[in-house]
Structures are given as C-alpha cells and as structure tokens.
C-alpha cells in the first residue's frame, strides 16, 4: 500500500472529523515535492476531488467543502490532514488521497481509503 488513509468513522450531521493520509516507505522521499489531493466517492458516485495541497502549501477545495473543511500536510511525517468539520449527510463517502495533477492522472496506486459515514 503506498497511500494509507485513516480516521473515518460514523459520526453525527454537524459533528467533526480529522482524516490522515501517510505515504509509504517506498515512495516517501518523493512526497514533498508533489502536489497531494483528498477525493472521495460517495456511494454509487465516481470518485470527486475534494481539496488539494500544493508542494509549497497552498489550498483549494470543492465549492461544496469551502468554509467547512481544512487540509493540512507534515512533510518530515509524509502526511497529508483533512479536517472536516460541520459535517453534512452528503458528506458520506469513502476518502482518498493521492497525488493532484491538472491533467487528472495520478501518480501513486490508490488505496483501500477510510469511510466516512454522516448521520442525519
């Protein structure tokens, strides 16, 4: 596994939630220099980005996460954060990281991601 997301779990409409993503070994000494994206993939959706990180630290997110959820990186602990606060129903889905490129390709494998399950 070369991305590993934690953090997940059932929690309440309104509620928080802080999201983790490490880098393996194997590809850590070439994760500071890459741009890092969280994604999602709501039930019966495909997968949508949700918020990037650039290498130097800048952020974006999805106008349906603005004012609502903060992504963060340690570079000396290969992680990348996704604090979700205010937590919406619509907000269910299964959460993954991997690199962010404009062009839509990615660099590393995806992994098995964390669920995220909102209670209304």
């Known amino acids: 596994v070369q991305l590993q997301a934690s953090g997940g779990g059932l929690v309440q409409a309104g509620g928080s939630l802080r999201l983790s993503c490490v880098a393996s070994?194997?590809?850590?000494?070439?994760?500071?220099?890459?741009?890092m994206g969280w994604y999602r993939q709501p039930p019966g959706k495909e997968r949508e980005l949700v918020a990037v990180?650039?290498?130097?630290?800048?952020?974006t997110y999805a106008d349906s996460v603005k004012g609502r959820f903060t992504v963060s990186r340690d570079n000396a602990k290969k992680r990348v954060y996704l604090q979700m606060n205010s937590l919406k129903p619509e907000d269910t889905a299964v959460y993954y990281c991997?690199?962010?490129?404009?062009?839509?390709?990615?660099?590393?494998?995806w992994g098995q991601g964390t669920q995220v399950t909102v209670s209304s």
């Open positions: 991997n690199t962010y490129s404009a062009s839509g390709t990615y660099d590393w494998r």
């Open positions: 990180i650039t290498s130097g630290g800048d952020t």
């Open positions: 070994r194997s590809i850590s000494s070439v994760f500071n220099p890459k741009n």
